[in-house]
């Protein structure tokens, strides 16, 4: 069966120091991936995707960015943090055949940007 | 652009049915999903429908879909105090990648 891994689970950064969050996928290939970001209280946002190796699109303009250097590994960074990066981060994959794509998500990473 | 609106919050008692409401703005949606978010967890996929489709049901859950009216329903059956919990409508259009959620309506079941 697949899983999905976040790593950390929480953590607390300082303003201007730099992030990165990781997220790997067990159990299959070739899959899209995705970055989310929930801010408190609110719905989920859409930042990345990825549906292959190096292939990145974002869906927002903001201060992350975001890679794909394995099949199976997609990596949320930032060179400096600011206040409103913090939330909960969500990474989620779905099959990379097509059709209905239902997106499964991982534990989420909450960020604390001081 | 895409909007999915739900109401914030739902309170019932143990045994009761609820119903979770949802509307959007998109009438391409083609695939609609209901999330299951618990405190300080990720997302977990409860069921999802096509657009083809009016209701589909799953042991305690069934959902229903009035595409006339951008109208999407969850209803739990015989509600359980670990029912509680924030529960996300979300659509996506047939082609598209991005899934559009709502804020979330939270659930709160009392015994």
């Known amino acids: 069966s697949q899983t999905i891994h976040q790593w950390p689970a929480t953590l607390v950064q300082p303003v201007g120091s730099p992030l990165s969050l990781e997220c790997t996928v067990e159990?299959?290939?070739?899959?899209?991936l995705y970055w989310y970001r929930q801010a408190a209280g609110r719905g989920l946002q859409l930042l990345f995707y990825s549906v292959g190796i190096g292939q990145i699109s974002s869906e927002v303009p903001q201060n992350l960015s975001a890679s794909r250097p394995q099949d199976r590994q997609f990596i949320l960074s930032s060179k400096k943090l600011l206040l409103s990066d913090s939330g909960f981060y969500l990474c989620a994959w779905s099959p990379g055949t097509g059709g209905e794509e239902t997106q499964y998500f991982g534990p989420g990473t909450r960020l604390l940007v001081l | 652009g895409e909007d999915v609106e739900q109401s914030l919050f739902l309170s019932v008692r143990e045994g009761d049915s609820s119903v979770i409401n949802c509307t959007y703005t998109?009438?391409?949606?083609?695939?609609l999903y209901w999330y299951k978010q618990e405190p300080g967890a990720g997302l977990q996929l409860l069921t999802y429908i096509f657009s083809n489709m009016d209701m589909k049901q799953d042991q305690r859950l069934t959902v229903l879909l009035n595409k006339k009216d951008k109208h999407l329903s969850l209803r739990i059956a015989d509600t359980q105090t670990g029912d509680s919990a924030i529960y996300f409508c979300?659509?996506?259009?047939?082609?598209?990648?991005?899934?559009?959620f709502g804020s979330g309506t939270r659930l709160q079941v009392q015994p």
């Open positions: 998109d009438s391409s949606s083609t695939y």
């Open positions: 979300a659509v996506r259009r047939g082609g598209r990648r991005a899934l559009t």
């Open positions: 159990g299959t290939s070739n899959p899209n």
